[in-house]
């Protein structure tokens, strides 16, 4: 897939939960379908303008891809890491430290569950 294609969908993705933006339906639809050309500071603009992660638009994320340790991910779990990298450090480990929280209520609230029900 070349990074044009892989723009083409990561855009199409992005803008598939909400409307085009009218002050740029026409561009971005050309852009999609593979009417106009899209290169580099379309791209980098595109994701600065819409609060796109850095990179988003070339991260070519199928259904679910491997990583080097063969551990396959989810779209939804790319999606994530593709927003953590796009943070700055600061908001990553704020980020850490909230999912950590947010891990360890809801494994409290399981055992808790499993001990009621015993």
């Known amino acids: 897939m070349t990074t044009q294609e892989i723009r083409r969908r990561r855009l199409k993705e992005w803008f598939s939960e909400k409307s085009l933006p009218e002050k740029e339906k026409s561009y971005l639809s050309q852009l999609i379908n593979g009417r106009s050309s899209f290169g580099e500071r379309a791209a980098r603009r595109l994701e600065r303008d819409y609060g796109m992660p850095s990179g988003y638009l070339d991260s ?27 943070f700055p450090d600061s908001a990553k480990k704020e980020a850490l430290i909230e999912f950590e929280s947010k891990f360890n209520k809801y494994n409290e609230l399981f055992k808790e569950l499993l001990a009621s029900r015993s």
């Open 60 to 86: 070519d994320t199928s259904d679910s891809q491997s990583t080097q340790s063969g551990l396959v991910l989810s779209e939804e779990e790319l999606k994530l890491i593709t927003f953590f990298r796009g």
